[in-house]
Every structure is written in structure tokens, then in C-alpha cells.
């Protein structure tokens, strides 16, 4: 799982299904829409558990391009080693069970760039990139 992991962390965003050596019955999609002002930018990310089994508990985890950094974090968990961040389920949201998503969101310090390798849970997600809308 750790290989897997990693392997994710470095990859660029798929815009595939995930790939054969995630665990059946586990596959992803992440929407990623975001807006930046001068020092930095917020982002909304929904997380769509497109398989048949639940991800519970979860851990979304992305890799900031550049010199980002995570400022606050909202409907999860935050933390993060940079350029990596992770988001952790909150208590009352344990589980993204299969058809279901949750979406989270951050702010953050530097340049609006689109991250890379969102896993949840270890596994590949499908990332859409998308431009915040009012």
C-alpha cells in the first residue's frame, strides 16, 4: 500500500479510471474548483466515490506544484508536509460510500495552480479541474 502511496503522490492528475492495482471495488473522482487573488487562493474539492465499496475512514491527500502553502481548512482534517497536503474525514462525515461525495475546501498562500496526485486512501482519483463560478 505504501508503494501505491507514493507512487500516487509524485503522479500527475489521471483523467482515467483508476489504474488495475487499486483494490477492487475502490475508485475515485476528484472536482477541483478553485479562484486566486493576488497572495493566494481558495479551493472547493469534491471528492465522488465512483466504486462499489466505501471509503471509511478517508484520507484525500494532493501535492501543491510550487512554494503553495496551506493556510486553513474547512469539513475535514488538515495537515500538511509541504508541497503535500492531507485532508482527513471529520467525525461526522466517517465514510464516502459508493454514488456518494463530500466536498472540503482551503485556503492557501502563493500561486492559483492546479495540484497533483489526488489519492484517497492510497487510490487514484480522476481529477476535473474547474474555475470557481458565481
Known amino acids: 500500500m505504501a508503494g501505491i502511496l507514493l507512487a500516487a503522490l509524485f503522479a500527475t492528475p489521471a483523467q482515467a479510471a483508476a489504474p488495475a492495482d487499486a483494490p477492487v471495488g475502490y475508485a475515485c473522482a476528484v472536482t477541483y474548483a478553485s479562484l486566486g487573488w493576488s497572495t493566494g487562493f481558495y479551493a472547493n474539492v469534491t471528492i465522488a466515490n465512483t466504486g462499489t465499496r466505501a471509503f471509511s475512514p478517508w484520507i484525500l491527500q494532493f501535492v ?8 486553513t481548512g474547512w469539513n475535514a482534517t488538515f495537515s500538511a ?18 454514488g456518494a461525495s463530500f466536498t472540503v475546501g482551503f485556503n492557501a498562500n ?3 495552480e492546479h495540484p497533483a496526485g489526488f489519492t484517497l486512501n492510497g ?12
Not at 501543491?64 to 493556510?71: D, V
Open 123 to 134: 487510490v487514484p482519483c480522476t481529477v476535473t479541474f474547474e474555475p470557481i463560478e458565481y
Open 64 to 71: 501543491f506544484p510550487g512554494s503553495q502553502t496551506l493556510a
Open 110 to 112: 502563493g500561486a492559483d
Open 81 to 98: 508536509t509541504p508541497p503535500s497536503v492531507q485532508a482527513a474525514n471529520p467525525t461526522w462525515q466517517k465514510s464516502i460510500d459508493p
